[in-house]
């Protein structure tokens, strides 16, 4: 009978202190409870590897992180999770059989910042399929069978930074990602190898690839003068997606490049040339390394501080026009024009590191833009020398500071056998105990001394030497002037007759 009523009691006391426990972190006691098949610990459940086709409903709700991977899931409808798992942070639904999401599966989850759908069977991506989720950083859907990205798929994705669509059967770039409203801001990382993309926007490759990186590697892309203009481009940039699989691009051997680089390509140097022109006025600026009777077929991009303009379409009243030959005009310039203009066209050439397809344009004098920058180096400059040298003094004179009052003198006892009192010692100065015992002082009778602390003497070695003559010690102003004054003078009450 002892035994099991002290069973009951042990019982009794765990469960007691469970409930204790999950009151004091805020969770109802209703819901901490895992399931057998999952693993809970602290904020994550993980229920990877169970042969579910079902997300379970007695999960805990307090769960940040949701593993349910290596399962056998089909589909998301809407109500697949309870809506009382909006602190998930991170979702895994990878190696599942998951083929169709419905819309809105994810509002309920308003705060994911990672979601894993890679390795299902996912063969399109429907309209707000993905809505609700404004906060999601990382999206992984490689591996899947994605042949089509409806518009809008990804409509609600402020937030989206890395994007992972490798592995999969897209035919097409999805420009769509960066120009409906509301689809990512701030894509960095965009990741479409191993797909099956035969045409390359090179035009809007130029200008997405200055925000962030774009990999095409393991594509069937087509080998024409544009496309390889591009690699050349890249390469010279050291653009680091290509840089990183050059041998998984197509035109590795560049043998294409012969087509559009016999004639029209000079084999001048490619020197930085600089061109100035008057606001108002016209000015026309050629393609390095292209000759000016250049093969009128061959595409030419020009890369400007605002945009991205080409030879094949031109608008005879457009404010910048690429002519045919690859050279670039500009119409009544503006002091925004002012800036580098790179040139991007098939050259079939390495850049040597002295070489550069860029150009600088000036709009406005040249010296007086120089002088301009000049100036405001300078004067950075000197903001940053007078700054450091306020700094610096600063910081010394805090050190003084702290040295002088917040270093303790050593407390010594006197002959009488007492022990001295120090409860003023952060701001007396220390005298000479030479000056002491020698029965000598100086005529002002004080003295500023930065001295290292010393090892105590023990009581064997016979009476200790006074280290401070507090009959008669004055503190003094430094740092004022370069000059000393006279401060109150400190009396020990020991020490009056």
């Known amino acids: 009978m002892v035994p099991i009523a002290g069973q009951l009691l042990v019982k009794a006391s765990v469960g007691g202190c469970t409930l204790l426990l999950s009151l004091c972190l805020g969770f109802p006691p209703s819901v901490t409870t895992c399931p057998p098949y999952c693993l809970c610990a602290s904020d994550i459940v993980s229920c990877s590897g169970r042969n579910l086709s079902a997300l379970p409903f007695d999960l805990p709700s307090y769960a940040t992180r949701l593993d349910l991977s290596h399962n056998a899931l089909a589909a998301l409808p809407a109500d697949w999770i309870s809506p009382s798992f909006g602190r998930l942070a991170t979702v895994v639904l990878s190696r599942n059989s998951i083929s169709q999401i419905e819309a809105n599966a994810f509002a309920v989850t308003p705060h994911l910042l990672h979601l894993d759908l890679s390795s299902n069977q996912l063969t399109a991506l429907n309209s707000s399929v993905f809505a609700g989720l404004k906060e999601l950083k990382e999206l992984l859907l490689f591996g899947n069978q994605i042949m089509q990205i409806n518009p809008g798929a990804f409509s609600d994705l402020h937030s989206l930074q890395r994007l992972y669509l490798s592995g999969n059967r897209l035919t097409a770039f999805p420009l769509g990602l960066y120009w409906e409203p509301g689809g990512p801001r701030n894509l960095t990382f965009l990741d479409l190898s191993y797909n099956r993309i035969s045409e390359a926007p090179v035009q809007r490759l130029l200008s997405l690839t200055q925000r962030g990186g774009i990999y095409l590697q393991e594509n069937p892309l087509v080998c024409d ?272 007759v």
């Open 225 to 496: 003068c544009a496309f390889i203009g591009l690699l050349e481009y890249w390469m010279w940039k050291q653009y680091r997606p290509l840089v990183d699989f050059r041998g998984e691009y197509p035109c590795r051997d560049e043998s294409g490049a012969s087509n559009c680089s016999q004639e029209e390509v000079s084999d001048m140097p490619l020197k930085v040339q600089t061109y100035q022109v008057e606001p108002g006025k016209w000015v026309r600026v050629p393609c390095p390394g292209l000759a000016p009777t250049a093969q009128e077929g061959q595409v030419v991009f020009w890369v400007t501080p605002r945009t991205v303009v080409n030879s094949s379409t031109n608008d005879p009243k457009a404010h910048l026009i690429v002519s045919p030959n690859g050279t670039l005009q500009i119409r009544a310039a503006l002091m925004e024009d002012s800036g580098v203009y790179g040139c991007v066209a098939a050259r079939g050439r390495h850049y040597n590191p002295y070489e550069s397809p860029n150009v600088n344009v000036v709009v406005g004098n040249l010296s007086a833009a120089s002088a301009s920058g000049l100036a405001h180096r300078s004067s950075a400059e000197h903001f940053n020398t007078a700054f450091t040298t306020l700094a610096s003094c600063v910081v010394s004179i805090i050190l003084v500071l702290l040295y002088l009052y917040l270093t303790p003198c050593r407390c010594r006892e006197s002959r009488a056998g007492g022990s001295r009192g120090c409860g003023g010692r952060a701001i007396i100065l220390c005298s000479d105990p030479r000056e002491e015992e020698s029965g000598q002082r100086r005529s002002n009778g004080k003295r500023v001394a930065f001295l290292e602390p010393q090892a105590e003497d023990s009581v064997a070695s016979g009476q200790k030497t006074p280290a401070i003559n507090s009959a008669h010690v004055t503190t003094e102003g430094i740092l004022k002037n370069g000059s000393r004054t006279v401060g109150q003078t400190f009396t020990d009450p020991a020490h009056m």
